[in-house]
């Protein structure tokens, strides 16, 4: 996941799925947007469980990979932290006030690879319901994941 700088936050806005592309950082295996405290988003967001895609494809190759994190979505309050957070970079491309940051703690994280031609594999450390999904422990997070799709692949 590192290695773009763009995802899908999923949340429920008015009863209804929204989706909003946000660039985003990882911190300690939890993902980290930035937004504008007003905003749609920030209010949507702050407590409620909520679904976070990125993917990198290559259209010539015919290859890609894609992973969702779902878990909880929190406010980050501590101002100690909204400032190591500040100091790492983590910022937004949207326009308006991004101050405001929203952490995201995967609880289930699914992970596919797709390369035409490729071998079938998950790439899982346990069974779960779903192809590719894994429960992972917080420590290992968003890291693991992305660890576990870039070794799998499936046809298409």
């Not at 700088?5 to 947007?33: H, K, M, S």
């Not at 450390?125 to 192809?131: I, N, T, V």
Request: hydrophobic share 40%; with cysteine.
């Amino acid at each position: 996941m590192a290695s773009v700088p763009v995802g899908r936050i999923i949340y429920t806005r008015q009863a209804l799925p929204a989706v909003e592309l946000v660039n985003f950082g990882l911190d300690g295996g939890d993902i980290v947007i930035r937004t504008d405290r007003s905003g749609k988003l920030a209010a949507a967001a702050r407590g409620a469980i909520v679904a976070f895609e990125t993917d990198s494809i290559d259209p010539a190759a015919q290859a890609g990979w894609s992973v969702t994190a779902i878990g909880p979505a929190q406010e980050v309050t501590e101002p100690d932290e909204i400032a190591r957070l500040e100091q790492a970079g983590i910022s937004s491309w949207a326009p308006g006030n991004p101050a405001h940051f929203i952490r995201i703690t995967p609880g289930i994280i699914n992970g596919r690879r797709l390369a035409r031609g490729g071998t079938a594999a998950s790439g899982q450390d346990a069974p779960a319901r779903g192809h590719g999904t894994t429960r992972l422990a917080r420590a290992e997070g968003v890291h693991a994941a992305y660890a576990q799709v870039t070794n799998s692949a499936c046809n298409f």
